[in-house]
């Protein structure tokens, strides 16, 4: 059985889906882009969005009843490589703990973002 998982304290969703989908002893989290509770784009440098970022994700990953801690996987969108050592500074803050990572350089992210991160993590 499959349960959606919208967090109050999350943005609300750039598109029809939930923030998180829980399973049996696993949640998939929707990617999370650094927004505001407006649902509008926040500047700064890349390590502030990244760090917005995983603060979205510690709040759905809370709202299913797990922690940062669980991740097993994530995958990170950035709009451009350059960004990659700045990002991975700031993400190593967070999870230190090393859990499985994938990183792409994507064309265009939603509202044109420059970060987007999503997690698996274990309920």
Same mark, same amino acid.
């Given at each position: 059985? $499959? ?6 304290d999350?943005p609300p969703? $750039?598109?029809p +889906? &939930?923030?998180a /989908?829980?399973?049996?002893? *696993?949640? +998939?989290?929707?990617g999370q882009i ?5 649902? #509008?784009? *926040?500047d700064?440098s890349i390590?502030?969005k990244?760090?917005?970022?995983v603060? !979205? =994700? #510690?709040a759905v990953? %809370?709202?299913?009843? &797990?922690s940062?801690? @669980? *991740?097993?996987?994530t995958? /990170? ?8 050592a700045?990002?991975?500074?700031e +993400?190593? #803050? !967070?999870?230190? !703990? @090393?859990? %499985?990572? &994938?990183c792409v %350089?994507v @064309?265009?992210?939603p #509202?044109? %973002?420059? *970060?987007?991160?999503?997690? =698996?993590a274990?309920?």
């Amino acid at each position: 059985m $499959a349960t959606p998982i919208f967090a109050q304290d999350a943005p609300p969703a $750039a598109g029809p +889906y &939930s923030h998180a /989908v829980k399973t049996a002893g *696993v949640i +998939y989290c929707s990617g999370q882009i650094h927004m505001n509770s407006e649902g #509008k784009l *926040v500047d700064g440098s890349i390590a502030d969005k990244t760090a917005l970022c995983v603060r !979205h =994700i #510690k709040a759905v990953l %809370a709202a299913a009843g &797990s922690s940062i801690d @669980k *991740v097993v996987k994530t995958t /990170v969108f950035l709009s451009d490589m350059a960004h990659f050592a700045e990002m991975n500074g700031e +993400y190593e #803050k !967070h999870f230190s !703990h @090393k859990p %499985a990572r &994938s990183c792409v %350089a994507v @064309k265009t992210l939603p #509202k044109n %973002a420059d *970060v987007e991160i999503e997690v =698996i993590a274990l309920a």
